[in-house]
């Protein structure tokens, strides 16, 4: 069973920085790409950044520059560092991943304080 795990929100300062964490198990890991998402409240789901498995990297345009996916194939961990952050960065971070079906961790709380 594909299970994520995130980990690493908290409160921060606007400028500062935090470093987000996604243990997976259930998966091979080294062969699939992940995905970062955040909601904020009362908002739908966004997508923030993605990983392939060649470590290919994507990010939307909120966040590029400022944000930096990466992933530890013998921690099987996708980590999401995360500077500059703003406000409006504040949200639930979800990890994803697609195999069959897609799966979601429980989330991970960000709150950027002006």
């Known amino acids: 069973q594909v299970q994520l795990v995130e980990s690493g929100g908290g409160l921060v300062q606007a400028g500062g920085s935090l470093r987000l964490s996604c243990a997976a198990s259930?998966?091979?890991?080294?062969?699939?790409?992940f995905h970062w998402y955040r909601q904020a409240p009362e908002k739908q789901r966004e997508y923030v950044a993605t990983?392939?498995?060649?470590?290919?990297?994507e990010y939307s345009d909120s966040v590029k520059g400022r944000f930096a996916i990466s992933r530890d194939n013998v921690k099987n961990t996708v980590y999401l560092q995360m500077n500059s952050l703003k406000p409006e960065d504040t949200a639930v971070y979800y990890c994803?991943?697609?195999?069959?079906?897609?799966?979601w961790g429980q989330g991970t709380q960000v709150t950027v304080s002006s």
């Open positions: 259930g998966i091979w890991f080294s062969k699939n790409a």
């Open positions: 994803n991943v697609y195999n069959n079906n897609g799966y």
């Open positions: 990983i392939g498995s060649g470590g290919n990297t």
